[in-house]
């Protein structure tokens, strides 16, 4: 009734009104551009070398767009990224008393992990928006993957997974990306997938502070390597009391276990190769950065060990002793020896670098040459020297290992262990493996501090000015290698 005696200037109105609504809604999808391309900032040179070029962001596909991920801009700049955390009171060096084996700034080396220095020495070491967010889309990935128990696993739901099931070892790796992003159960946006990972895996661990149960014949000491680190870490990153006691007894177990060759392989007290050794020197190390002790006695062993398997006056290195040199035991003895105390200025470190960094050895996704194990370590061992050799290996990691990360599909955010090339480790450690260590390529830059540079010493007292400092001596109390291994 009230339309039928409306005005007719007010009939038009309303008429006039709806389809200029019905229009605008027609033509909106037509304005608005097809493609947006982002590009990631590259960061101003500074402290580590890094390279000056700007790099498209993969995966601008809207229909690929996730949740909102962490970028560096949105973390908060501090003008210190070095300056010691108020959150957690560490000993600057916690082992002097048992070990007079040093390592510069080993106290500190899990410092850089916190928010407020994690833009800081991306924006020093070369990262980039498209590494940390590729960083974080890895973690996503992690995170849907686990388990009701609060445990990941090698072998699913996932595809292409490893042909053999060890819980023990995926949730470590799993809990070590985690962590090398800074989350823990009392911070991060993945808070909770730390929680209940830890509340699981510490509920493994038996009374001679071992984590290996089930498994390969050759899992036992990457087991109790991985489960180690994370556990010296999470102790180390917060504080926590429960955590000391199991670290401790995990330390012991592998201090019993130490061969007489010097090193460790898949049997306590059995043989030894340089693979298995680092992970354990790992873990060794990263209880001295927790503030525990290590008996400088068992430092020395490995080093006598990494000398007899020495090739080339100690620049290569093979598997185990009588084997050729490949790069992936090179990259990981030479970051033995860097935690060691070898000096960045040490003629055999120069010159095994300079071999892993020639343009053919570096990230490569080429059929034969993909290898993410050895890229874990080198992107370790360039990343403490710095100079000419990380800005050589960054300056193609941080554009190759995002291109190659899956943009959609239930397993967006993971690495493919097959395509588009079969990486070494597909069918031995499957997806998670493969992913697990690629992000931990990717969060080299504020993993840990670097081992050479005095990060207490500043020009100018920020990330802006910072200048390396002086590389650190050889400690005297080491033996050099022999000029024949």
């Known amino acids: 009734m009230a339309v039928r005696y409306a005005p007719p200037w007010l009939i038009s109105a309303i008429f006039h009104t709806l389809l200029m609504v019905v229009l605008a809604l027609i033509m909106l999808p037509r304005m608005w551009p097809k493609n947006l391309e982002l590009t990631a900032e590259i960061y101003a040179e500074k402290l580590g070398d890094q390279l000056e070029f700007d790099s498209p962001l993969a995966g601008n596909d809207p229909e690929n767009v996730e949740e909102p991920i962490l970028t560096p801009r949105d973390l908060p700049e501090v003008e210190n990224p070095f300056a010691a955390p108020p959150s957690v009171e560490m000993v600057r060096n916690g082992v002097t008393a048992t070990s007079d084996i040093q390592a510069s700034a080993i106290g500190y080396a899990l410092q850089g992990r ?66 090398g992003a800074g989350h823990t159960y009392k911070q991060g946006r993945f808070r909770e997938n730390v929680r209940r990972g830890w509340d699981w895996l510490l509920q493994q661990q038996d009374g001679e502070g071992n984590f290996f149960h089930s498994g390969g014949f050759n899992h036992r000491y990457y087991t109790q390597g991985q489960c180690t680190i994370a ?104 970051l033995m020896r860097q935690y060691l105390g070898w000096p960045r200025t040490d003629d055999r470190m120069i010159k095994g670098l300079d071999w892993i960094t020639q343009p053919d050895n570096l990230i490569s996704f080429e059929e034969s040459e993909r290898d993410v194990y050895y890229w874990y370590y080198g992107a370790q061992a360039c990343h403490h020297m710095e100079g000419e050799h990380w800005k050589r290996w960054n300056g193609v990691m941080r554009q190759a290992l995002p291109e190659q990360q899956v943009k959609s599909g239930p397993e ?59 590389p650190a001596a050889a400690p005297a109390t080491l033996s050099q290698p022999a000029d024949k291994p």
Request: some cysteine.
């Open 114 to 179: 916190e928010e407020g220095r994690k833009r800081s020495l991306l924006a020093a070491y070369g990262g980039t928006a498209l590494t940390e967010a590729a960083v974080n889309r890895g973690l996503e990935w992690l995170a849907r993957q686990q388990l009701k128990d609060g445990s990941w696993s090698l072998q699913g739901p996932y595809s292409a997974g490893g042909k053999e099931e060890n819980h023990a070892a995926a949730t470590a790796m799993a809990l070590l990306a985690f962590q």
């Open 412 to 470: 967006a955010g993971s690495w493919d262990p097959q395509q588009p090339v079969e990486d070494a480790w597909s069918h031995d450690g499957g997806r998670l493996y493969v992913t697990c260590l690629t992000i931990y390529c990717l969060e080299v830059y504020y993993r840990h501090l670097p081992l050479y540079s005095n990060p207490f010493q500043f020009v100018g007292g920020g990330a802006s000015g910072a200048t390396p400092a002086e």
């Open 231 to 334: 556990l010296c870490e999470i102790l180390g990153m917060t504080g926590d009391e429960r955590f000391r006691e199991p670290a401790i007894k995990a330390i012991d177990h592998l201090l019993r276990s130490q061969s007489d060759e010097g090193g460790w392989r898949y049997s306590p007290n059995a043989d030894s190769d340089v693979s298995v050794t680092g992970w354990i020197v790992m873990a060794l190390q990263s209880a001295r950065m927790a503030g525990l002790e290590v008996p400088s006695d068992n430092l020395r062993r490995v080093e006598r060990f990494l000398d007899r398997v020495a090739l080339e006056n100690g620049a290569k290195y093979p598997y185990q002793k009588g084997r050729q040199a490949t790069l992936a035991m090179t990259a990981e003895a030479l």
